[in-house]
Structure formats: structure tokens, C-alpha cells
């Protein structure tokens, strides 16, 4: 675990830190529970998760299809995807994630809210993600504090792979962003690093984010902030 900041002091990395007031999701009525404990850990390479996840009925997820796509690739509860779809009501976002129940409660949470321009999918994205998109349909991704598999035989299991990289720099059209987190230094460099190994991805901020463009935390992000732990972030593109 990374060494602890004061508030308005700076990381290890020249990070300095803000703490929001509240939670942006503070005010989303959210009550649903799960009513049985769900995994943190899930292993991907799982033989029940390696047949790709079939494409929604785009028409009767999002009300308006034409709108630029936004994927958050492990999405957990959703919360972070909830609020800025209220925020971005010209995007269309699409959460994918391993986990079923939480795709089922984050959906269920988002037909309570009224929003047309989110949808949650259960699929491993590693199997799933060129049967779901087209070249240039996605206009920007986010993967937020994935699971850092932190022993280094379970490397293999992180999201973040070569194939996903070649998959995405197909999908996203050209000058589209993609938005990384972890509060684990190894593991957002090691994303990056991957990213930024493929000919058509650049790092036009030449190193490290002090702040969340998109000032929307996740709720580990938020969990980090109100401990002053540093957070490690990469804003690349697709050239």
C-alpha cells in the first residue's frame, strides 16, 4: 500500500490532492441491495467466462444511438456510470463487468433513475470486446482501478492485456481518450505502458495527471481521497 499524504500536501508523484465534499452520487437514490455477498476477486481465465458475451439490442438500450459511446471497462457498482450519464446526457455509456450481480443491481438502479443513455452488461471484456463494437463506434474508454491481481503469476489475469489494447485501438475512433486509474503505482504504469507500446496510442500530457479530468470519482477514488492516498492517472489517445 502506497505511503499516506496529508490533505493538501503532495504524493509521492507531485500529486497534489483534493477531497470533494460528498460523494457525486450522494444524492442518487440508490437502495437496492444485493441480499448475499458477491466476490471481489473474480479469475477471468475461467473456462464459464470464456464465451463472448452477445450484443445488446442497441435500439432498446439507448434511446439515442447516434450519440458518441463511452465504455468503462469494469465498471463495479456502476455509481461512477450512473452519475456522469445524468451529467452527460449527450454520451451514451456502456459499463461492462464480470460480476453478474452487480450488472443486475447497476441496471435495475438505472431503470429507477430514468436513464436512457446507460446500460450494464455482464461480460468478460477480454472474450467479449470485438463481438460487441465495430471499428471507430467507441469515442472514449475508462478503466478505473481494476483488479491489480497483485502476485505475479495471476499477472495474466488483469484486464489490461496486449489483445485488449490492439482490440480497442480498432474500435476507437482517432483523437478518443482512454482514462486510467489505480491506486496501485505498478499497476497504472503498467497500463499505461501497454497502451503506449501500440503504434496508435499517445500520451499527449507526457507522464502523469495530478486530478480526475472528468471530476467524477469512482467509489474507490473517493475512498482514496478521504485517506490523502495517492492516486496514480494516465489520460492517452488514439492517434
Known sequence: MEAEVQQGQQSPEGQLEKRPPSPPWAGIPLQRGLGHRVRQHVNPLQAQYQQPAPPPHWERVYRRLGQPFHLDIGTGSGRFLLRIAQEQPDWNFLGVEIRQALVERANAWRDELGLDNVHFLFANINV????????????????????????????????????????????????????????????????????????????????????????????????????????????????
Not at 463506434?137 to 491481481?149: A, E, K
Not at 492485456?161 to 476507437?172: E, I, N, R, S, T
Open 128 to 239: 467479449s470486446l470485438r463481438h460487441l463494437f465495430a471499428p471507430g463506434d467507441l469515442s472514449r474508454v475508462t478503466i478505473l482501478f481494476p483488479d491489480p491481481w497483485f502476485k505475479k503469476r495471476h499477472h495474466k489475469r488483469r484486464i489490461v492485456q496486449p489483445q485488449l489494447v490492439a482490440d480497442l485501438a480498432l474500435l476507437l475512433r482517432p483523437g478518443s481518450p482512454v482514462f486510467l486509474q489505480s491506486d496501485i503505482q505498478e499497476v497504472a504504469e503498467e497500463m499505461a505502458a501497454r497502451f503506449l507500446e501500440h503504434p496508435q496510442f499517445w500520451d499527449p500530457h507526457q507522464g502523469p495527471l495530478d486530478s480526475n479530468p472528468l471530476g467524477i470519482p469512482t467509489e474507490r477514488e473517493w475512498q482514496c481521497l478521504q485517506l490523502d492516498l495517492p492516486i496514480y492517472r494516465y489520460w492517452l489517445e488514439r492517434r
